[in-house]
């Protein structure tokens, strides 16, 4: 069965230090994968989607189809990154449907 | 572009009543709405998949004659949860997507939290 794991709850870091948001997927089909983020307050938004191998806000994912894993990445961390992490899996074909991890509370310190 | 508004955001009801939670794409035709459930300090539960014109799609344990859902537009859906009671309380998540291919994202909505008494 598909399943997403985000095996941190909280990553406490400085501001600048680098971070990685721990993503591990398991699914038997081709994977779809997204990180989305919610800031204080506000809804869940989507941060970046590994088709598109694009960088948002300096962070990046990069889909390792061996180790299955969708880790996030950001070289210098900044306060204002402080949010709630969600890794999802798109699942159930052409149905978009999405399965989410538990979620990692990001918290940059100054 | 692409904002999904949930209304209401918050609501507080009576054990044995029915309460509707709306959900509406503002500035685009939302070909597919996914609506979740999130318990406190938890991840999203994915409860069942509207499209329009036509009859959900519930997640398995999801009882659709609780928690009945409506699509009757590209721009909206709702989400009943009838005779709700404690156990109903929650935060509840709408999302829409413009088409149905699986690499688009989903935009959500601000959640709706329920508590019942």
């Known amino acids: 069965a598909q399943r997403v794991t985000q095996p941190e709850k909280l990553l406490s870091v400085f501001k600048g230090a680098p971070v990685e948001l721990k993503c591990n997927y398991s699914?038997?089909?081709?994977?779809?994968l997204f990180w989305y983020v919610q800031y204080s307050r506000q809804r869940l938004q989507l941060l970046l989607r590994h088709i598109s191998r694009e960088s948002i806000k300096g962070f990046t994912a990069d889909l390792n189809k061996g180790e299955t894993s969708f880790h996030l990445k950001k070289p210098f961390a900044q306060e204002e990154d402080s949010a709630m992490y969600y890794c999802?899996?798109?699942?159930?074909?052409?149905?978009?449907?999405?399965?989410f991890g538990t979620g990692t509370l990001l918290a940059v310190q100054p | 572009g692409a904002v999904v508004s949930q209304h209401p955001s918050w609501v507080i009801c009576k054990s044995g009543t029915s309460v509707k939670i709306e959900c509406r794409s503002l500035d685009f035709q939302a070909t597919t709405m996914f609506w979740y459930r999130q318990f406190p300090k938890q991840s999203l539960m994915l409860m069942a998949t509207?499209?329009?014109?036509?009859?959900?799609?519930?997640e398995q344990g999801v009882e659709k004659d609780k928690f009945l859902i409506n699509h009757a537009s590209l721009t909206l859906s709702t989400l009943t949860v009838t005779s709700a009671h404690p156990e109903d309380s929650s935060f509840y998540i709408c999302?829409?997507?413009?088409?149905?291919?699986?690499?688009?994202?989903?935009?959500f909505g601000d959640g709706t939290r329920l508590s019942i008494l």
């Open positions: 999802a899996l798109v699942y159930g074909g052409a149905t978009n449907k999405l399965i």
């Open positions: 999302s829409a997507t413009q088409t149905a291919y699986s690499n688009q994202p989903q935009h």
């Open positions: 699914y038997s089909g081709s994977p779809e």
């Open positions: 509207s499209n329009e014109g036509s009859k959900a799609t519930y």
